[in-house]
C-alpha cells in the first residue's frame, strides 16, 4: 500500500465542529483517487500510531489540492486531534485512497442522480456532487441533505455557489431536525415519510441514487426506494456508523489460516478472540486496512476455502459476499482449512 507524507495547505473551519484540511499535491508522486474515495491519516496520540479514515471532499481533476473533512466526535480520539492541533504547514502521514463507493462521471450519459446524506455524511457526496456537475454536464442532480439546524450544514456557502452555477441541473432539499422558527423546509430527519414525500416530488427516470450516513437514515431511503421500484443495481452506498463486529458465536475457536498477500502465501493462528485481520497485522503480514470497524473495505480478502464467521455489514453486495467476500477486521474463521486472497 502506497504512502504518502502529504504537506497541509490550509484548514477551513466549516462549521463549529468541522474543519476541512487541505494538502499539497506531491510534486512528482501525485495522490490519484475517485470521487467518494476515501484517505487514511495516520496520526501519533500519546506515542501511539493510530489510523483512521476520512472520506475526501475535494473532486479529482477539478481541485488542486487533496481535501478530507473531519467532524468532531464526542470522545474521538483522531477526530479531535485533527481539529484542535494540525495547522498550516503540518506534514500528515497518510496512506493512498482507497474505497469502491465511488462516482466516476460519464460525459456521454444524461441521467438523474440523487444523492442522499445527513451530517458529515456529505463529504463523499459533496465531491461527487461537483464531479457529476462539472464533468457529466447532461446530467442532473439532486441533494437531499439532513442536518441539525442550518448552522451544522457542512459545506453551505459551497452548496449555495454550486446551486447558483448550475442553477438549472442541481437541487438541494435540506432536511433539519432542530430548525429555527423562520425555517420554510423540510423539518425532521430523513426517515421513512420524508424518503417518500421527497420522492413523490422527484423525476425517478433514468436515476441513480447515492447515499452516506447513519444506518438509520440509510434504511429508511433504502425502503422508500424499494416502495418505488428504483432496482437495487441503481442504489449505492456507505455507512458512517462502525457496524457491530466485536461479538461472534461460541462456535469460534484457535484455528491456522492461510493469507495470500501480494502473491505470497503465509500461515498464521488466529485466537478466538482475534479477528483475521487482526491476527495478520500480529504476524507482521503488510496486509491492507484502514477503519478497522468494516466500515471502509480496505481490509476486504476473497475467502477461497473454509468456513468463516463475519459481522453483519452494508458495504459489501451481496454478489460479493456469494463471491466468498469478507471484511477480514470483524472476521473469524470456524474452520480449520480457511483460506484468504487479499486482491
Not at 488542486?64 to 502521514?93: C, H, M, P, Q, Y
Not at 442532480?141 to 457542512?154: A, F, P
Not at 420524508?194 to 422527484?202: A, K, T, W
Not at 426506494?225 to 461472534?248: I, M, T, Y
Request: proline content about 3%; glycine content about 6%; overall charge negative.
Amino acid at each position: 500500500m502506497n504512502q504518502y507524507t502529504l504537506k497541509v495547505k490550509e484548514v477551513v473551519n466549516e462549521t463549529a465542529d468541522t474543519v476541512t484540511i487541505k494538502f499539497k499535491q506531491p510534486l512528482f508522486k501525485k495522490v490519484q483517487y475517485q470521487s467518494g474515495q476515501f484517505l487514511t491519516v495516520v496520526s501519533t496520540i500519546n506515542d501511539k500510531k493510530v489510523r483512521r479514515s476520512y472520506s475526501m471532499s475535494s473532486t479529482p481533476l477539478l481541485d488542486t489540492t487533496v481535501d478530507i473533512t473531519v467532524k468532531r466526535i464526542e470522545g474521538g480520539l483522531v477526530s479531535n486531534f485533527l481539529n484542535d492541533n494540525v495547522k498550516n504547514g503540518d506534514a500528515l502521514e497518510v496512506s493512498e485512497p482507497l474505497g469502491q463507493f465511488a462516482f466516476e462521471p460519464d460525459k456521454e450519459v444524461s441521467r438523474n442522480l440523487i444523492f442522499w446524506g445527513a451530517g458529515s455524511g456529505i463529504t463523499p457526496l459533496f465531491s461527487m456532487i461537483k464531479s457529476a456537475l462539472f464533468f457529466e454536464s447532461t446530467s442532473k442532480v439532486t441533494l437531499v441533505y439532513g442536518n441539525r439546524n442550518e448552522n451544522s450544514i457542512i459545506f453551505k456557502e459551497q452548496l449555495d455557489e454550486l446551486k447558483k452555477k448550475f442553477e438549472d441541473r442541481l437541487e438541494i432539499v435540506h432536511v433539519l431536525s432542530k430548525p429555527s422558527t423562520s425555517w420554510g423546509g423540510f423539518a425532521g430527519r430523513i426517515d421513512d415519510v420524508v424518503s417518500v414525500n421527497i420522492l413523490n416530488r422527484l423525476s425517478l427516470g433514468n436515476t441513480v441514487h447515492y447515499l452516506c450516513g447513519p444506518e438509520g437514515m440509510m434504511t429508511s431511503v433504502k425502503s422508500a426506494l424499494q416502495r418505488f421500484k428504483v432496482p437495487g443495481n441503481k442504489v449505492f452506498n456507505e455507512s458512517f456508523v462502525p457496524v457491530a463486529g466485536d461479538e461472534h458465536s461460541s462456535d469460534v475457536n484457535e484455528q491456522n489460516v492461510s493469507i495470500t498477500v501480494d502473491g505470497e502465501e503465509h500461515l498464521i493462528q488466529v485466537k478466538p478472540d482475534t479477528t483475521i485481520l487482526e491476527a495478520a497485522l500480529d504476524a507482521g503480514l503488510d496486509v491492507p486496512y484502514s477503519c478497522q470497524n468494516g466500515v471502509c473495505t480496505a481490509c476486504m480478502g476473497q475467502c477461497t476455502s473454509g468456513d468463516v464467521e463475519m459481522g453483519d455489514t452494508t458495504v459489501l453486495s451481496e454478489q460479493e459476499k456469494k463471491d466468498g467476500y469478507i471484511l477480514t477486521c470483524i472476521s473469524h474463521p470456524l474452520t480449520e482449512n480457511v483460506k484468504i486472497t487479499y486482491k
